[in-house]
Structure formats: structure tokens, C-alpha cells
DNA sequence: TTCATGAAGTTAAACGTTTAACTTCGCGGG
DNA sequence: CCCGCGAAGTTAAACGTTTAACTTCATGAA
């Protein structure tokens, strides 16, 4: 309401000493910034950050866009993006593109028009096709969770092959040989490199999964009972002893298959999950599951974008985050 | 980079005439359109909304402030509310005040220099009065999920206290007469209506609750273990023989006690929550619980705000939203 | 006394739109 | 033949900042 006019017509000077009272750009005698501070207060004066982003070509906004913020791990993404902004001084634009390569296609533009500083995303497809928007702008941006083919970026990824590595190691440790794997969509980096850890952990071990060790699920629960359920029903010889599933969701929907069989949790079936959410420690028994720093990513996808707005010549810098093996008490 | 002025020396014409065709404000030859369409798509020109939002002073831009987005409530509230903004073309900024009011009144500062059309906001504190500063201004806000006593704001509310009513009742017909509460922090009207209609409930069947019946909990799980463990140490005449906790976390949190002490739940100790989270419907028992809408308030939320964008005037309206009674086998 | 210097202020252009007000021109009615 | 009118275009101001360039004036050195 008030601007900046208003503000100096009251302290009785020129525009351009307002602003450079308030950014403390150019010095101003004490007298003269004391009347604009007075001013400043007596009007409630607040600076409109539309017009300041119009003439500095910088905005302060950052946009993200995630699959769904209704998804607990990408709300963590999303506040620890939004924290490191705060701190900072941005603004974060929140963007759901639901996993539809169009709809974040239009969130780009949106974001653009809106001049944001940089983008962060979680994207929804696996190649960097359609990134090429950002790039021809030159707008700063970092990819988090999911890895995309060949794209030189700034990138903010989970060690999933080593988590995958880790639960299964973990299972073999306990001296489990038949070990089913329940995978989650494998056009996603994530999952499929925790399936590779899997593999790789069972390779070490000396042993050759069974094409039947392994199954699609989709990251629901519905999904990961439908797999419990599926390798219990195999022939003893090669029923597995042991799952590891690719989240904890279809950890926790296995856990009540194996349940309704009548079977035990970890005597009869060890299981281990991953994503450590909230509830994974309160399901009976507690679950075995690799943690990811997720808040920790999103923080850090603020971090590397931040730093890429000050200085966009710098090479691109590749972050794979450790991922912690939480050992409870169903593996 | 791109400007309006690019695309009018293309076309051949003035930048008001490009603006005119962009927008269909106003007439223009079928020829002249189609020159300004040809040199939009040949230089890949997009509006900056900054200098558009200056003009028309209208940013489409809304403003959401809740205490926690990793909080999977919150963050579907936002997730409803960032649904209704895209559809209308708004852009959604999210802000977390981590229920800290003065956090929260440096995030409505933002918004305000940030020109936001409105701000929907689950508040920090249980008063109105930080809240002037958007009346002094004019900015359109509603409140979401708490009450703020003696507000004349629009406002979308789960009708928390028929919840605990449905809760109460639904143990009271399972033939329970000794029911306890586990209640969340109680300057929060959430919790609070909560608590009310567990008292209500019980009046209504002419139990007088014991003091001891009523744990004050923190809405985290950690507190309802400790309050489940409590009501089990009572001795037998005046201990529970079923609890109603005002979250799913702490019902959950109470289970894991009931559990060690060797007890069946719902046989020994019946159970109902609050909130149905994801995990309510796996955990052993299923959780029974009271369902609120909360995708829908966050999209009630965002066309309430947007409809007060359109007309100010209208007197304000208060949303009380119907929450379900979900009987699984806890209860 | 003169003049370069620097401190502290002002002026005005620029950022990219929107939109009120103005121009131009062809056409039809009187 | 003149005039008014409407259609379709242009001009320029405005939105609220930032900032380069300019002015003014006191100071101190030569």
C-alpha cells in the first residue's frame, strides 16, 4: 500500500535515498536515515518484492516439484528445501506434477513465468528430454531422488544400491540363502538400484536368485501383501526365508500376509524394509528397514541450488547421500 | 528473456497489440493475430508474471502457512490446496512456521511483500490478534484446522468434536463403561473439541469420567505409550478397559504398551484413534479411528480463499467438515 | 584564490507488462 | 459530398523498485 514514494515524500527526500537507506547500498547521513526509518515504521512500509524482482532480475523464489506432496518422503524433501530458503531468504513454489510428465512440464512453465531463481525437482520421467527448457534459459536447477540418464546437473540421490546391498547382506548375515526381493516400479532409478544391491549381495554370497524370488509390487501396501502372499504359496524347497522389500510400505503389507499364514515374524520369515518411515518402529514386531536422509536431501538440493544461483560456471556436482541399515527386530 | 517488445518488432506490430492477442482483450485482424502467434512461438516467448502481477496488481499467487509440511496431515492439507490452485492457474508459496507465531508473522511479512492475492494458513497461536496485519492490508486469508477464538474470517474446521463423540459412543456400544482419553496439547482446539466430545459421550450415558482417565498426551507416539502404560498400572477396578486417543500416533504408540504387557487388544484393552493415517489400516490389530477429510479441507481451503479473491465483501463463512467413523479391529 | 575531491543528495531511465486514450481509415447514411 | 462511426491499430503512462549518472556544496591543498 504504502511505497516507496510515499516513503520519501514523508522523510522529505528523493526516492533513491529511500532505497539506499534500506539496502544500505550507498551511504546517507545519519539525520536523513533517521527520518526514513521513522517513516519507514510510521507507514509500515514494505517493500514490494514484485518490483524489486522486475528491476534486480532476481526474484528470491525457488520452485519445487515433487510426484506428490501428500507422499511423507517428498513432504520431508519439501520442508527441508524450505527450510534452507527461509534461511536464506527465498521463497519456495510448491508443485505436485503427480508423476505426469505433462503436467511438470506445465509446472516448468509456470515456474519460469514466474521467474523463480532455480528449481528443484523430483522428476517424473527418466530421461532429461524435457529439461531442455531449463537449460536453454539458463535457469539453475538440481535434480533430487531420482537420477536421470546422462544429464550433466546437479543431482541430490540416496545411496540406494548400497542400501539395497546393505538389507540383504544383513539377511544373508543372519543365514538366510533363499531371499525374495519385492521391487517397486523399475523404470524408477531408486528402486531399481536397490534391486541391483540385492543382486549384487546375493552374488557376493554366491548364490543365484530364482526369477520367482523376485516381484513387481508398485510402492503400495496392497502390493507388498500380494507378494508375501505369492511366495509363501511356492513349494517349500525354494519358499524364500527371508524378504526384502523396496519400501517399507509393502514391508508392512507383507507383514500382515505372513501374518494371516499364521507365521512368525522373523522365526518363521525375517523381513526388512526401506525408508525408515515414522511407523516403522511401531508395527509388531518392529521393522528392519535402510534409512534414507531425506530430510537431509532436501536440504541439500537447497544447498547446491543456492550455491548454483551465485555461481552458475561451476561443474556439476553429483551427491550420493549414505543410507543407514536400522536393525529392529523382524530380520 | 524473450519480451513482449521482441515479439512486436517480429510481428511488425506495437507491444500493445501483441498484449491484446495474448490476452483477447480486444479485437485484432485474423492476419496481424496469426504474425503475433508465428513470432510468440518463434522466440518461445513467455509472459513474466512479475511485470504483469506489478500492473495488474493480481500476482495469482497464494500463500500457505502450516506448522509442519512433514507432518503427513499438513502436507496433505497442502496437497489439497496446491490441487484447487492449479486448476485456477494459481501458484501456491508453502511456508512452515514450525507453530511458531513470530516465525509465522516473518512468513506473513514475506507473503505480503511477495503481493500474494491471499493466504491460507493453520495458525501458530490460538488468538487472532497476529492476524491484523492482513486485515489493516486487505489480504483475503482463511484459517484451516484450528479454530481462532472471535475471528470473522473464513474458516474450514473437522468437526473434531463429533469425532470424539463417534469415538466415545462407538466404545460405549461395544459395551465399555470404563473408557479412558489420551488428549494432545490442549491449547489447540482440535484436540480440545476432541476431549469435549469424549466427555459428552460419556455424560450422555451417565458416567462421570475419573480425573486418571484423562492422560495429556503430545499427539507423538512416545506419549501414548507412556499414557497406555499409566491407565495399565491402575488398579483393576478403576483401570480402563478401553482408551480413545486423540491421534493414531499415540493409539498406536499405547498398542505397542498394551502389547508388552501381554494384553489382546481389542479383547483385553480396546482401541480407537484419531486421524486414520496411512499405517492405521496395517498395524495388528487395524486400527479402528475417525476419519477427517483432510485432502478436503486443504481444497475447501483453497476455493473459499479463491472465492473471496473474487468478492471481499461477502460475510464470512464457516466450514465445519462431517469426519467417519472407521471400524476396523481395534474396537 | 582556485580548483580538484569526495560526500550526500537528486534525477531519470529501466525492468516487462497492461490499458486508457488517441489516430487512422474505410464505409454507409443522409 | 460530408460526416459520424466503428474497427483496428498505436502511443504513452503507469505499476514500484534499483541504480547509473548527475548536481551541489563544503573541504583542503597548492
Not at 137 to 153: M, N, S
Not at 218 to 244: C, K, V
Amino acid at each position: 500500500m504504502a511505497t516507496l514514494r510515499d516513503v520519501a515524500r514523508r522523510a522529505g527526500v528523493s526516492i533513491a535515498t529511500v532505497s539506499y537507506v534500506l539496502n544500505g547500498t550507498r551511504p546517507v547521513s545519519p539525520e536523513v536515515e533517521a527520518r526514513v526509518w521513522e517513516a519507514v515504521a510510521a507507514l509500515q512500509y514494505r517493500p514490494n518484492r514484485l518490483a524489486r524482482g522486475l528491476r534486480r532480475k532476481r526474484t528470491h523464489v525457488l520452485g519445487l516439484i515433487v510426484p506428490d506432496n501428500a507422499n511423507p518422503f517428498f513432504a520431508e524433501i519439501a520442508r527441508g528445501l524450505e527450510d534452507i530458503s527461509f534461511a536464506h531468504d527465498y521463497s519456495l513454489i510448491l508443485c505436485n506434477s503427480d508423476g505426469d510428465p505433462s503436467k511438470e512440464q506445465r509446472y516448468l512453465g509456470v515456474l519460469i513465468e514466474q521467474q523463480v531463481d532455480g528449481i528443484a525437482l523430483v522428476s517424473a520421467s527418466a530421461t532429461p528430454a524435457h529439461l531442455t527448457i531449463l537449460r536453454e534459459r539458463g535457469i539453475p536447477f538440481v535434480v533430487v531422488d531420482r537420477d536421470l540418464l546422462g544429464l550433466e546437473a546437479d543431482c541430490v540421490l540416496a545411496d540406494n544400491f548400497q542400501g539395497g546391498y546393505l538389507a540383504t547382506w544383513h539377511l544373508l548375515n543372519r543365514g538366510h540363502r533363499r531371499i525374495a526381493c519385492i521391487t517397486g516400479p523399475s523404470d524408477l532409478t531408486p528402486s531399481a538400484d536397490r534391486v541391483r544391491g540385492y543382486q549384487k549381495a546375493m552374488e557376493e554370497a554366491g548364490i543365484e536368485p530364482l526369477e520367482v524370488w523376485v516381484y513387481r509390487g508398485d510402492f503400495r501396501a496392497e502390493s507388498g501383501y500380494h507378494a508375501a502372499r505369492f511366495f509363501l504359496s511356492l513349494p517349500l524347497p525354494i519358499r524364500p526365508t527371508a524378504i526384502f522389500a523396496c519400501n517399507d510400505l509393502m514391508a508392512i503389507g507383507a507383514m500382515r500376509a505372513i501374518g494371516e499364514a499364521g507365521l512368525s515374524i522373523p522365526q518363521d520369515i525375517a523381513l526388512v524394509g526401506f525408508d525408515d518411515i515414522v511407523l516403522a518402529s511401531y508395527v509388531i514386531p518392529p521393522l528392519t528397514t535402510v534409512a534414507q536422509p531425506t530430510y537431509e536431501m532436501g536440504r541439500l538440493a537447497g544447498e547446491l541450488l543456492l550455491r548454483r544461483i551465485q555461481a552458475r560456471g561451476r561443474p556439476p556436482a553429483r551427491h550420493l547421500l549414505p543410507v543407514r541399515l536400522i536393525v529392529r527386530h523382524s530380520a
